[in-house]
């Protein structure tokens, strides 16, 4: 019998895979704190990890451990030099998220260019023409979707989703990611990006879709935001530390850009001294991008799925990420 260690709880039904197979334990363990989770995790062959941190001294601890199933796409939360040493794979959900976090730039473009927060205050505290009319002028204060310029930051499957939804509102799709060749990027009828500066020019809005590494890290600074248009926005659904945040904010307080949307930080959660949380000219949400019903579902059954997959000799190798462990 296999015993996995389901580190914070996951869909019940994606539980259900394994609760009645005569071949699994499993304990939902959610005290992450390291000490318990050396404790916990020392006698288990699998591990299904959420947010928590999978450090060296945890992974060193593990007698048994043969798999790490993570509970999503991003995984700089796991050692995975720790889990290379002893050839232990770690796997990812690479089906299940890409549809959600599209969707959610597009709702937060959506909160940027329609204003509806502050249309429907308006209403509630019966100032109907407040943001209508000035000095008996109409004005407008929204804006279309339709014609405007996203550069994707990172072309992988989520990437690939946002290029769909955006080309449906007919804006106009950029891509940068030097990973990715230009033919792979065209079929999809969108243009290819060399430079990031150069892709930061056009941009209306940048949507980051890219890991955190030390490639990545503070990527999008300064220097890179000052390269932008007066009236973009930057979304950030990745990884925190890919923007640096006080550059963001100090390039918001000069109007350098228009706006920014947050899911992700550099610390989460972030510290209530960082400057960002008292900027009014960005919306935030609580690394939610996935979050909902039908994705939460799809994550974790893929997790579970990926580990027995692998102990039945069936595991996909597309969702291992050191593949040399293996």
Not at 120 to 139: A, F, G, H, T
Not at 210 to 216: A, F, H, K, M, R
Not at 289 to 299: I, N, Q, S, V
Request: hydrophobic share 40%; glycine share 4%.
């Amino acid at each position: 019998m296999f015993h996995i260690g389901i580190v914070e709880s996951i869909h019940q039904n994606a539980i259900k895979i394994i609760e009645n197979n005569d071949n699994y334990s499993f304990e939902i363990i959610q005290d992450i704190e390291e000490n318990n989770l050396i404790n916990k995790l020392k006698k288990c062959d699998a591990i299904a990890l959420r947010t928590a941190k999978l450090t060296e001294k945890i992974i060193n601890n593990c007698e048994k451990l043969k798999i790490v199933s993570r509970h999503g796409v991003g995984y700089d939360n796991v050692d995975i030099h720790s889990l290379n040493k002893k050839g232990i794979p770690l796997t990812i959900t690479i089906h299940a998220n890409a549809i959600t976090v599209a969707e959610h730039v597009i709702a937060m473009m959506f909160y940027f260019n329609k204003k509806l927060h502050d249309f429907d205050r308006s209403v509630r505290e019966n100032q109907w023409d407040k943001l209508r009319i000035i000095d008996q002028q109409i004005i407008t204060i929204n804006s279309e979707l339709f014609n405007k310029n996203i550069l994707i930051l990172g072309f992988g499957r989520i990437g690939k989703e946002l290029s769909k939804r955006c080309k449906a509102f007919g804006m106009q799709v950029f891509v940068y990611d030097p990973y990715i060749d230009k033919q792979a990027i065209e079929d999809y009828s969108l243009k290819k990006i060399n430079t990031i500066e150069e892709g930061i020019a056009l941009a209306d809005y940048l949507s980051i879709h890219i890991p955190l590494s030390s490639e990545t890290k503070n990527l999008i600074d300064n220097k890179i935001i000052r390269k932008m248009k007066k009236n973009a926005f930057i979304i950030n659904t990745a990884r925190g530390g890919i923007i640096n945040e006080n550059d963001l904010n100090e390039a918001l307080n000069n109007n350098v850009i228009a706006g920014a949307g947050i899911d992700v930080f550099s610390e989460e959660p972030p510290n209530v001294d960082n400057p960002l949380l008292k900027n009014p000219k960005v919306v935030f949400t609580p690394h939610t991008a996935a979050l909902t019903e039908e994705c939460w579902l799809r994550m974790g059954q893929e997790t579970i799925r990926n580990i027995v997959d692998f102990f039945d000799n069936n595991l996909n190798k597309k969702v291992i990420v050191n593949k040399n462990s293996i």
